[in-house]
């Protein structure tokens, strides 16, 4: 027997993947999880018997419920996913699928537009973040068409802005949880930062390669890979993050002189496949540390002046531009980061799971 669990097929930013009411799921995380695992069919390479896409960038689940906490409208709660593994990851976030949120609340008819425009605030429950979500309502109704475009996604959507309010120390204890802005481990010179998502920052002419490479290119370099691995596991020591070979971040980003009029180029492994793009958060952390003196990417970036910058980040498919405020009595203390997002309802309707996993 199967049962059926409503849910919005979505995509958000550059990711996509169901999402439910958190109700509609069972409370218990262990049984929870069991059933995210049917709904998208992993462990499997190609998740022939669920709704995942066999990559990391859509094999991703968003869950939420309407908030308690004064102030904040919306709690979402991110699942990551892998396709040949048996995990649900609910430690990180993810900024792409946070896109997605108001939206599917909005349709869901759990929380009313405000007017042509709707701002909501949602709280991340992975780390504890909240931000203003604005969306596009004309006539109360959600929009998807417009003319924002996303890198990474075809065509142009309605312009979905995200205002973080507070992003540092996400996952690791602080900003910069080695304690320095830059770092020697395992030969490498590395920026561990956390303004948003866990990341590992370095040269990519420190591991012998150009930055410029393809996704293809970098996805079949196993020697590569290997090394990156070995670093990884050493910094997430370093950051105070434990044993990492299970986990899902760090993320481990490469960086290049810009060559397409941006302000920093990157390569960025997710964390053992190349992303196509950049992650939300990840491309966040990484402007924030073109920022801060004597990072990894000091002699890379290319930084504006003024106390609010706009670090466009260069990835395989174009550029994400991040806008950051800086703190004028502190130049290394970012104190808010916007950027802009897209998002569309794919499909809405009730996803199957044998029946046995929801009792």
């Not at 699942?79 to 909005?106: H, I, K, R, W, Y």
């Not at 802005?181 to 040269?203: H, S």
């Not at 104190?335 to 996993?357: W, Y």
Request: hydrophobic share 40%; proline share 7%; charged share 20%.
């Amino acid at each position: 027997m199967q049962s059926p669990v409503p849910c919005l097929f979505m995509r958000g930013g550059t990711s996509r993947g169901p999402y439910f009411v958190e109700s509609d799921l069972p409370a218990d995380p262990a049984k929870r999880d069991r059933v995210l695992l049917a709904v998208m069919g992993s462990p499997d390479r190609r998740q022939i018997d669920g709704l995942g896409g066999a990559h990391p960038l859509t094999s991703k689940v968003g869950i939420v419920r309407k908030s308690q906490l004064p102030g904040v409208d919306l709690d979402f709660l991110f699942a990551q996913l892998q396709p040949e593994q048996d995990s649900v990851d609910t430690t990180p976030n993810c900024g792409n699928m946070l896109a997605a949120v108001v939206p599917f609340a909005l349709e869901r008819g759990m929380v009313p537009a405000q007017g042509d425009v709707t701002t909501l605030r949602v709280l991340t429950l992975n780390t504890d973040m909240q931000c203003d979500i604005t969306v596009q309502t004309p006539g109360g109704q959600v929009s998807y068409e417009g003319d924002a475009r996303i890198d990474g996604v075809p065509g142009t959507s309605a312009p979905i802005k995200i205002n973080f309010l507070d992003t540092a120390g996400s996952v690791a204890d602080c900003l910069l949880p080695t304690g320095k802005v830059l770092d020697l481990i395992d030969g490498i010179e590395v920026t561990c930062i956390d303004n948003g998502m866990p990341l590992v920052i370095f040269k990519a002419s420190a591991v012998g390669r150009t930055g410029y490479e393809t996704v293809e290119q970098l996805n079949a370099d196993q020697d590569l890979k290997a090394r990156i691995e070995t670093l990884r596991i050493a910094c997430g020591h370093a950051m105070g993050l434990g044993d990492v070979s299970s986990k899902n971040y760090p993320k481990m980003t490469l960086i290049a002189p810009p060559r397409s009029g941006g302000s920093i180029c990157t390569r960025s492994f997710i964390p053992h496949l190349c992303h196509d793009a950049i992650g939300v958060l990840a491309a966040v952390t990484v402007g924030t540390a073109c920022v801060l003196e004597g990072s990894a990417a000091q002699g890379v970036a290319m930084v504006p002046a003024g106390l609010a910058k706009t670090i466009s980040v260069e990835h395989p498919t174009g550029e994400f531009s991040v806008e950051l405020e800086i703190d004028p009595k502190n130049p290394e203390n970012v104190v808010s980061a916007a950027l802009l997002r897209t998002a569309r309802l794919i499909m809405r309707g009730e996803v199957m799971v044998p029946a046995a996993l929801l009792k």
